[in-house]
Protein backbone atom coordinates (compact mmCIF):
# COMPACT_ATOMS: atom_id res chain seq x y z
CA UNK A 1 0.00 0.00 0.00
CA UNK A 2 1.24 3.42 -1.35
CA UNK A 3 1.32 5.91 1.56
CA UNK A 4 -1.31 8.94 1.24
CA UNK A 5 0.40 12.32 -1.14
CA UNK A 6 -0.78 15.57 -0.44
CA UNK A 7 -2.47 17.22 -3.26
CA UNK A 8 -0.47 18.39 -6.21
CA UNK A 9 -1.55 21.28 -8.32
CA UNK A 10 -1.46 20.90 -11.76
CA UNK A 11 1.17 22.17 -14.11
CA UNK A 12 -1.51 24.96 -16.17
CA UNK A 13 -2.23 26.71 -11.94
CA UNK A 14 1.54 26.77 -11.23
CA UNK A 15 2.34 28.65 -14.33
CA UNK A 16 -0.96 31.07 -13.66
CA UNK A 17 -0.11 31.66 -10.06
CA UNK A 18 3.72 32.33 -10.95
CA UNK A 19 2.35 35.05 -13.24
CA UNK A 20 0.18 36.09 -10.48
CA UNK A 21 3.18 35.72 -8.45
CA UNK A 22 5.05 38.00 -10.14
CA UNK A 23 2.46 40.63 -10.84
CA UNK A 24 1.84 40.43 -7.35
CA UNK A 25 5.17 41.13 -6.24
CA UNK A 26 5.32 43.87 -8.99
CA UNK A 27 1.86 46.02 -7.95
CA UNK A 28 3.35 45.55 -4.27
CA UNK A 29 6.53 46.55 -4.54
CA UNK A 30 5.22 49.66 -6.91
CA UNK A 31 2.45 50.27 -3.99
CA UNK A 32 5.21 50.75 -1.28
CA UNK A 33 7.34 53.31 -2.75
CA UNK A 34 10.42 54.05 -2.01
CA UNK A 35 12.42 52.34 0.80
CA UNK A 36 13.90 49.68 2.71
CA UNK A 37 10.71 46.95 2.54
CA UNK A 38 10.73 43.84 4.57
CA UNK A 39 7.98 41.19 3.30
CA UNK A 40 7.27 38.50 6.02
CA UNK A 41 5.44 36.16 4.31
CA UNK A 42 3.80 33.21 6.43
CA UNK A 43 1.54 30.24 5.41
CA UNK A 44 0.14 27.42 6.54
CA UNK A 45 -0.08 23.79 4.26
CA UNK A 46 -3.29 21.81 3.83
CA UNK A 47 -1.54 19.32 6.09
CA UNK A 48 -0.99 22.10 8.87
CA UNK A 49 2.41 22.45 7.90
CA UNK A 50 4.12 25.96 8.83
CA UNK A 51 6.08 27.48 6.70
CA UNK A 52 7.52 31.10 6.57
CA UNK A 53 9.83 33.11 3.94
CA UNK A 54 11.16 36.58 4.18
CA UNK A 55 12.07 38.97 1.20
CA UNK A 56 13.99 42.24 1.79
CA UNK A 57 14.07 44.99 -1.25
CA UNK A 58 15.26 48.05 -1.21
CA UNK A 59 13.45 50.85 -3.61
CA UNK A 60 15.63 54.13 -4.44
CA UNK A 61 14.52 56.41 -7.43
CA UNK A 62 15.58 54.51 -10.41
CA UNK A 63 16.40 51.15 -8.31
CA UNK A 64 15.47 48.13 -6.69
CA UNK A 65 17.49 45.67 -5.20
CA UNK A 66 16.92 42.33 -3.44
CA UNK A 67 19.26 42.00 -0.11
CA UNK A 68 18.62 38.54 0.05
CA UNK A 69 20.43 35.72 -1.44
CA UNK A 70 18.90 34.01 -4.56
CA UNK A 71 17.99 31.20 -2.67
CA UNK A 72 16.31 33.15 -0.23
CA UNK A 73 14.50 34.81 -2.73
CA UNK A 74 13.55 31.50 -4.57
CA UNK A 75 12.05 30.41 -1.43
CA UNK A 76 9.74 33.40 -1.00
CA UNK A 77 8.57 33.09 -4.93
CA UNK A 78 7.51 29.69 -4.47
CA UNK A 79 5.66 29.95 -1.38
CA UNK A 80 4.05 33.63 -2.68
CA UNK A 81 2.90 31.24 -5.41
CA UNK A 82 1.49 28.32 -4.28
CA UNK A 83 0.09 30.95 -1.82
CA UNK A 84 -1.83 32.63 -4.73
CA UNK A 85 -2.28 29.04 -6.58
CA UNK A 86 -4.09 27.81 -3.51
CA UNK A 87 -4.36 24.13 -3.78
CA UNK A 88 -1.68 23.32 -0.85
CA UNK A 89 -1.82 26.57 0.93
CA UNK A 90 -4.62 26.62 3.61
CA UNK A 91 -3.99 30.42 4.78
CA UNK A 92 -1.13 33.01 4.20
CA UNK A 93 -0.29 36.44 5.18
CA UNK A 94 1.83 38.93 4.09
CA UNK A 95 3.36 41.41 6.34
CA UNK A 96 5.36 44.76 4.62
CA UNK A 97 7.25 46.80 7.03
CA UNK A 98 8.49 49.79 5.28
CA UNK A 99 11.51 51.87 6.43
CA UNK A 100 11.86 55.65 4.57
CA UNK A 101 13.75 58.06 6.29
CA UNK A 102 13.33 57.48 9.78
CA UNK A 103 9.95 56.11 9.78
CA UNK A 104 8.61 52.42 9.82
CA UNK A 105 5.30 51.82 8.88
CA UNK A 106 3.48 47.88 8.94
CA UNK A 107 0.85 47.00 7.00
CA UNK A 108 -0.36 43.54 5.87
CA UNK A 109 -2.82 41.20 3.23
CA UNK A 110 -4.35 38.01 3.07
CA UNK A 111 -3.89 35.36 0.69
CA UNK A 112 -6.36 33.79 -0.79
CA UNK A 113 -8.98 33.55 -3.61
CA UNK A 114 -5.62 34.20 -5.85
CA UNK A 115 -4.80 37.66 -4.88
CA UNK A 116 -3.69 39.55 -1.73
CA UNK A 117 -6.26 41.26 -0.06
CA UNK A 118 -5.62 44.36 2.69
CA UNK A 119 -5.65 43.38 6.03
CA UNK A 120 -7.60 46.07 8.60
CA UNK A 121 -4.82 47.86 10.50
CA UNK A 122 -6.67 47.11 13.99
CA UNK A 123 -6.56 43.77 13.06
CA UNK A 124 -2.78 43.76 11.73
CA UNK A 125 -2.08 46.03 14.98
CA UNK A 126 -3.18 43.06 17.57
CA UNK A 127 -1.31 40.68 15.58
CA UNK A 128 1.77 42.88 15.55
CA UNK A 129 4.00 42.51 18.89
CA UNK A 130 7.28 42.95 17.96
CA UNK A 131 9.27 45.89 20.19
CA UNK A 132 11.45 48.47 18.68
CA UNK A 133 15.09 48.42 19.69
CA UNK A 134 15.53 51.66 21.73
CA UNK A 135 17.12 53.86 18.94
CA UNK A 136 14.66 53.18 16.40
CA UNK A 137 11.53 54.70 15.35
CA UNK A 138 7.95 53.10 16.88
CA UNK A 139 6.10 51.00 13.96
CA UNK A 140 2.80 52.79 12.75
CA UNK A 141 0.53 50.12 11.03
CA UNK A 142 -1.35 51.63 8.22
CA UNK A 143 -4.20 50.84 5.63
CA UNK A 144 -2.67 48.53 3.26
CA UNK A 145 -2.98 49.56 -0.86
CA UNK A 146 -5.27 47.65 -2.54
CA UNK A 147 -3.26 46.06 -4.87
CA UNK A 148 -4.77 45.99 -8.79
CA UNK A 149 -6.15 42.03 -9.64
CA UNK A 150 -5.32 41.21 -12.96
CA UNK A 151 -8.26 39.32 -14.31
Given amino acids: MTEPQPPRPNNAATTSAMGHALHALTVLLTALGDGEHELA ?4 RTDGTEMNADL ?3 IQPGTCRVENSAEQYVR ?8 LENSTIADAVLIA ?4 NTDQRACGWDIHDGWLHPINPTDLHHTLTPLPPDDAAPISVCHAPTLHHPH
Fill in 56 to 58: TVS
Fill in 41 to 44: LSAE
Fill in 76 to 83: FFVLLTFA
Fill in 97 to 100: TTTA
